[in-house]
């Protein structure tokens, strides 16, 4: 049993998706420990996406994501990271396979309506990031 951190994107909970979106992971064996809608500021996103932060796109993604509502969830289940990732399909869209949450709701590569954790060690770092009481 794994657990994974997931973020429900700005323009997803824009879109009012973040139900649906839920029922998806519910409806695939993810058990959802813990979630928050918050409003990150832009100095927490460069926190949390410092891993990218020498990347051409940083900057982007680190106004994206503070640009609106988020909802952040600790999901859980048998091989959850790779299950999870799985679900998400390709971070550009355009790429990612039918049946996927980002074929489904994203918009673009940097819209693309949910965040999840590539790694057990990045699994942990995120979870912490958001739910360290």
Not at 3 to 10: C, F, N
Not at 31 to 56: D, G, M, R, W
Not at 100 to 106: A, E, L
């Amino acid at each position: 049993i794994e657990q994974t951190l997931s973020i429900i994107k700005p323009d997803a909970v824009e879109r009012n998706l973040d139900n649906e979106i839920k029922e998806i992971f519910k409806n695939k064996g993810f058990i959802i420990l813990k979630e928050k809608k918050i409003q990150i500021e832009k100095s927490e996103a460069e926190k949390f996406y410092k891993v990218h932060e020498t990347k051409p796109f940083y900057n982007d993604l680190c106004d994206y994501l503070s640009s609106g509502p988020i909802v952040v969830m600790v999901l859980q289940k048998e091989n959850a990271i790779l299950e999870n990732r799985k679900l998400m399909g390709a971070t550009n869209p355009i790429d990612a396979e039918e049946g996927t949450i980002r074929k489904k709701y994203g918009i673009s590569i940097d819209k693309n309506s949910v965040h999840g954790s590539d790694s057990s060690e990045n699994a942990q770092i995120e979870i912490d990031f958001f739910f360290k009481d």
